[in-house]
């Protein structure tokens, strides 16, 4: 029976998730910080232009999608709540008002996050990112 787990060579270096998660904010390549990580709004690049980095491993799926609402929704509700109290406005203006400001928001962010998830998994050597990997022999 063939094994198919592979380890990491212990001579690579390991890869600082701060700097790549900052770059992947700035939607710049997690490796070099200058080439740019997307193509469009939310398609992540093949490989950077700047560095040939392999970018096509991340595997973001909907977790940045997750968390762009989930922050917008936290920064958002309580200011709402606030607006209520203090300038009692009429309900349709108050939520037509925060949903444009929500959507806003959320456009803002979905494409920082997502290159925060590509980053981390690049720091990381999650799917695919780490490239420096040995086959275990097979007992």
Request: hydrophobic share 45%; net charge positive; with cysteine.
């Amino acid at each position: 029976m063939e094994n198919n787990d592979h380890i990491i060579a212990p001579n690579v270096a390991e890869r600082e998730a701060k700097p790549a998660m900052l770059r992947g904010w700035r939607r710049k390549c997690p490796n070099c910080g200058t080439g740019p990580l997307l193509k469009g709004y939310l398609t992540v690049r093949d490989t950077c232009e700047v560095c040939s980095e392999e970018l096509h491993h991340h595997r973001a799926d909907d977790g940045p999608a997750y968390v762009t609402i989930l922050i917008c929704g936290h920064l958002l509700a309580p200011l709402m709540m606030l607006m209520f109290e203090v300038f009692r406005p009429n309900a349709l203006v108050l939520s037509v008002g925060f949903m444009v400001a929500f959507v806003a928001l959320a456009l803002y962010m979905l494409p920082r996050i997502k290159g925060v998830f590509v980053g981390l998994q690049w720091a990381k050597r999650m799917h695919g990112f780490g490239r420096d990997v040995t086959p275990v022999a097979a007992e």
